[in-house]
């Protein structure tokens, strides 16, 4: 029968001396992962799926950056080579999409931390943009500097765009500076192979609309907030940012301006749409909340 040549077939294949294996981890790589999860999460409303963001988040925070330097590669329970741009601004990016699925200040926390690392390895004032090595990486010929997104986004397309939607959040103006000089420098490569430079074109449209800044502010497990929620990410609503908090405490909101002075609407769960940090006037109800989004 078939199913006994196939166990013939496997029998015979064990004898043969096994294909390596390629079973590291990689920062880059996850903190694409991380992104797709968080925002899975939301849209398809799956536990599931957060459960594994919040872990691979976890994950990537304490064994990938052992001595607070982010590291390449993760294999047999060790963390080795420093990480490259991409890795930085992959797994910022990550971070950022969590903190937006769960509004729990770590995370966004962490994505700064590791933005303004970013800064500091990487960016070089005298290009006007990221290397792709830091500066505390062994001396090389050349210091490489991909432009290209292709197979998965360059480094520097993800750093811009990552810094973009942190000046919205923190409201820090230098991040929106140094995300902006990159894209006006390869104004030409978007212009001229526009299919190698998407994430580029997506960081430039998100950084010449007037992005909406989208607060909600409630308990999670609220089923009002679950509808507010709903609004924003059961449909796409292109180039905003969410912040959100389940009530505003003293201490929790430094450094997020859209949740100064947010608080729930006579004790409901409150969504505040504002452009330039200047709000529509706040919604409890789905539907409205929908009008004000524009969808």
């Known amino acids: 029968t078939v199913e ?22 990689l920062s880059s790589w996850n903190g694409l992962m991380l992104r797709a999860f968080a925002e899975a999460a939301q849209v398809f409303d799956r536990k599931d799926y957060l459960e594994a ?11 990938m950056a052992p ?28 971070l950022l999409a969590l903190y937006q699925a769960t509004f729990q200040p770590r ?17 070089d004032d005298g290009v006007g943009g990221f290397y ?14 991909d432009n290209f997104d292709n197979a998965q986004p360059c480094g520097g ?17 230098e991040y929106a500076t140094k995300a902006a000089i990159p894209l006006r420098a390869l104004s030409q490569l978007m ?12 960081a430039l449209d998100f950084y010449l609309s007037q992005p909406k800044e989208i607060a909600i502010i409630g308990p999670r497990t609220n089923p009002a907030t679950v509808e507010l929620l709903d609004a924003v990410f059961g449909r796409f609503v292109p180039n905003k940012v969410v912040v959100g908090a389940e009530s505003p405490q003293p201490g929790a909101l430094d450094g997020n301006p859209l949740l100064e002075a947010r608080d729930m609407s006579g004790g409901k769960p409150t969504a505040y749409v ?22």
């Open 132 to 145: 792709d090595t830091g500066r505390d990486h062994e001396d090389l010929v050349v210091r490489p500097r």
């Open 4 to 25: 006994s040549t196939k166990d013939l077939l496997r029998l015979a294949r064990e004898q043969r001396i096994h294909p390596m294996r390629d079973d590291k981890v």
């Open 191 to 202: 212009s001229r192979s526009p299919m190698g430079a998407g994430q580029w074109l997506g």
């Open 107 to 123: 995370w966004l926390e962490e994505a700064v931390k590791l933005a303004d690392s970013m800064i500091d390895l990487f960016w």
């Open 67 to 94: 001595e607070g330097r982010l590291l390449r590669t993760y294999r047999n329970g060790e963390a080795k080579l420093l990480a490259y741009l991409e890795d930085y601004a992959f797994v910022a990016d990550g």
């Open 274 to 295: 504002c452009q330039n940090y200047v709000c529509q006037l706040p919604v409890t109800d789905a539907k409205a909340l929908e009008e004000q989004l524009g969808v």
């Open 157 to 173: 397309s993800v750093a811009s765009e990552v810094l973009l939607r942190l000046a919205v959040i923190t409201g820090k103006e």
């Open 53 to 63: 963001a919040i872990k691979n988040a976890e994950f990537l925070t304490s064994h």
